[in-house]
């Protein structure tokens, strides 16, 4: 399948990106097409005009590579840090640029922290963002308690534990992408 797996932090000295090339490294070894995107190599501004909202063929190159690429994808992961109990604001910014593109694909929710709560209140806000934006969370959730000592730059874990750990919510995503991408087969209504 192919999936997008979208990463929400820019500032400097972030570790989570560690987690997301974790993330990428995992559903790559299970044979997925695996895209990161990075907001930070995207550089959005501030959402003025959402990409719909362009003319055919107007939209600047880099929506419309991500439309391109959102388009094509069969599921999301969405690898977000906990920001003041919320998610980052790049995040946001990145997501509400599109609509239609995530239209009947479900996501999965990698939060993370510097502590010990994992991220899990960014988690529910982001589970209900995702929901509006038509792209339903699967049940699992994978959240990274002290991301700074769990992945070194590669993304390759430093204790196994969480290969394992993250096996089930990739199982469901892998079945929920399955089951919506056989509906969306057979058309759908909005």
């Known amino acids: 399948m192919k999936i997008s797996v979208i990463y929400g932090s820019v500032r400097i000295g972030r570790q989570g990106i560690k987690a997301a090339r974790f993330v990428v490294n995992v559903l790559t070894e299970r044979g997925h097409d695996v895209t990161l995107v990075d907001p930070r190599e995207y550089k959005l501004p501030l ?11 107007e939209a600047p190159e880099m929506l419309e590579n991500l439309a391109e690429l959102f388009r094509n994808s069969d599921a999301f992961v969405v690898v977000s840090a906990e920001y003041n109990h919320s998610i980052p604001p790049a995040l946001s910014n990145l997501l509400d640029y599109f609509s239609e593109e995530y239209l009947f694909k479900p996501s999965a929710i990698v939060c993370y922290s510097g502590g010990p709560f994992g991220g899990v209140r960014a988690a529910v806000q982001l589970r209900a963002m995702l929901g509006m934006l038509g792209m339903p969370g699967i049940p699992t959730i994978f959240p ?18 969480y290969v394992k750990y993250i096996q089930k919510l990739i199982d469901e995503l892998e079945w929920y992408a399955g089951a919506l991408k056989e509906a969306r087969k057979k058309g759908v209504s909005h």
């Open 47 to 57: 959402l003025e005009k959402r990409y719909k909202d362009y003319n055919k063929g």
């Open 144 to 161: 990274i308690p002290n991301v700074q000592d769990c992945f070194d730059e590669t993304g390759k874990p430093l204790d196994e534990k």
